[in-house]
């Protein structure tokens, strides 16, 4: 729950060099094993830091040369915002970023919780070992008097500087994949119905370590399970994690399993520029796709569903999988609220998830502050669920000015407007829906419908069906345009498919 789109990327492979990397060969040469220590006997076996089977490791204090808490408190609007995080000497950048993930978090909860009241977000260190840190966040929130407690753990690669994610321990997306399917299954056996979970980085946002080196996943108390039954957590044996590992996740396990007295980081690193997103396993980067859609022959289109989710958005992720098509989604407040299940599905089948809205106003009537709270809800929302911060927005009736367009700058978002009109939700009739989608459809168009009509979703499966035999390639909008500008507007690709060259 507790996530920012602008941490920085970890790098892939060994880029360590000098006394770092020395630093962490001696720690693996001598990371604790289950049992004996077997190898040469001049060693002695490592210290195993304190902490349960089933939770993360926990560093003590006393065992960090250098360390602070640093600490705020303030108002946000009526919402009091308490955040305190550990910081270890040499590792600014990391503290940078903690400071950015909390503010960050604490912000989109008082944006997107209407009965906001309080959040506190508290991080302790799970990890001081060789050039790794890991802090785990704790995050209670108060809303309508009702508690909740959510976890993310963030790692620190002092090579580089960089900042991870916690599915940055693990190898790529594959590997995600893996863990997902093993940790459903741990799930499964205690009950826990996993129908609603998905190897998204937005869900498998806290991992670490127990003492043992077995890899514990943690979820957000109501994320998988009903909140009043607490934190929900699956336990993988360390022979069955280790071969998921990243190179950074191999280091964060041998810094998570032993105690280094007097841990200090050798040199600070300079932060680094971020990345491409693409490299955080579950969560690409809109725009990546096997389809190059510059190239003519791939007769890219997109289909845009606004106003939802609705209740049947699920029959039409069926159908859109059954073509192997991509949509966009165009989501507001309440339906957001009613089917968060549905938002996290359609970012983690490949769609994109873009804003609409919190309560779907004409925005050119209303004030600049208005325009924002609209957006500003509805971003936080999506990011609360997927994990991704929403670089869409499409404005209600595609009325926008200069005011919208500038607010959308701000938040991070290109407008989307569109180029074939269904009128779906004026003729409620599928056969009517579906010829003007079809017959609209030109490359790089951007169709207009909403899934919250049944007779759209009746429609769907003609429309595919139909596009598909025509050789249509049906994107995302991020997919369609690439990189878009924050503040632009768009109303179709046809620039993106015919090449911008000419
Ligand atoms: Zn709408």
């Avoid at 060693?43 to 960090?64: H, Y």
């Avoid at 308490?82 to 909860?109: C, D, H």
């Avoid at 129908?195 to 937005?202: N, R």
């Avoid at 407040?333 to 599905?345: K, L, N």
Wanted: glycine share 10%; proline share 6%; hydrophobic share 35%.
């Amino acid at each position: 729950m507790l996530r920012n789109r602008s941490v920085p990327e970890s790098t892939r492979g060994r880029a360590l060099v000098g006394a770092a990397a020395a630093a962490v060969l001696a720690l693996t040469a001598c990371s604790p094993s289950d049992g004996e220590h077997t190898s040469g006997g001049e060693e002695t076996p490592a210290e195993k830091p304190s902490g349960e089977p089933d939770r993360l490791t926990e560093v003590d204090p006393e065992t960090v040369a250098d360390l602070e808490e640093k600490r705020t408190e303030e108002e946000q609007g009526d919402v009091s915002v308490e955040i305190s995080y550990p910081a270890v000497g040499g590792a600014g950048p990391f503290s940078e970023e903690l400071g950015r993930i909390t503010g960050r978090a604490a912000e989109e909860f008082a944006d997107a919780v209407p009965g906001a009241e309080s959040v506190a977000v508290t991080g302790t260190l799970t990890a001081a070992g060789g050039d790794v840190l890991g802090v785990r966040l704790e995050q209670k929130e108060k809303e309508s008097g009702e508690e909740r407690t959510g976890y993310a753990t963030y790692w620190y690669d002092a090579a580089t500087g960089a900042t991870a994610y916690s599915t940055q321990l693990l190898a790529g997306d594959e590997e995600l994949g893996e863990l997902h399917e093993r940790v459903s299954e741990i799930l499964g056996e205690q009950d826990v119905d996993t129908a609603d979970l998905y190897p998204i980085a937005g869900m498998y946002d806290s991992i670490g370590f127990n003492p043992d080196g077995d890899l514990v996943v943690e979820f957000d108390e109501g994320q998988v399970a009903p909140a009043g039954d607490g934190r929900v957590h699956a336990v993988v044996p360390r022979e069955e994690a280790e071969p998921l590992l990243s190179d950074l996740g191999e280091r964060a396990q041998a810094a998570a399993t032993a105690v280094t007295r007097g841990f200090e980081l050798e040199a600070e690193a300079a932060a680094p520029k971020d990345g491409a997103a693409g490299e955080v396993p579950g969560r690409p980067a809109p725009a990546s796709s096997d389809v190059d859609c510059s190239d003519p022959k791939a007769k890219c289109i997109a289909l845009t569903f606004d106003d939802g989710p609705g209740g049947r958005t699920p029959e039409l992720l069926d159908e859109l999988d059954e073509y192997g098509a991509k949509a966009t989604f165009f989501l507001t407040g309440e339906p957001i609220r009613e089917h968060p299940e549905t938002v996290r599905r359609e970012y983690a089948e490949g769609h994109e998830v873009a804003n609409h809205t919190e309560n779907h106003p004409d925005l050119t009537t209303i004030g600049e502050g208005e325009v924002r709270e609209e957006l500003a809800s509805v971003s936080g929302l999506i990011d609360r669920e997927t994990g991704y911060r929403p670089e869409l927005m499409r404005p209600p009736y595609g009325a926008t000015d200069d005011t919208v367009a500038g607010v959308s700058e701000d938040l991070g978002m290109a407008e989307i407007i569109w180029s074939v009109d269904t009128n779906d939700w004026k003729d409620r009739n599928s056969s009517v829906v579906a010829d003007r989608a079809v017959e609209g459809a030109k490359p790089g168009a951007i169709i207009l419908m909403h899934d919250i009509h049944d007779t759209t979703i009746d429609a769907v499966p003609d429309i595919l069906k139909r596009l598909d035999e025509k050789g249509f390639t049906m994107v995302t909008v991020s997919q369609l345009l690439g990189e878009t500008e924050p503040g632009e507007k768009y109303f179709d690709g046809e620039e993106a498919v015919t090449g911008k060259d000419d």
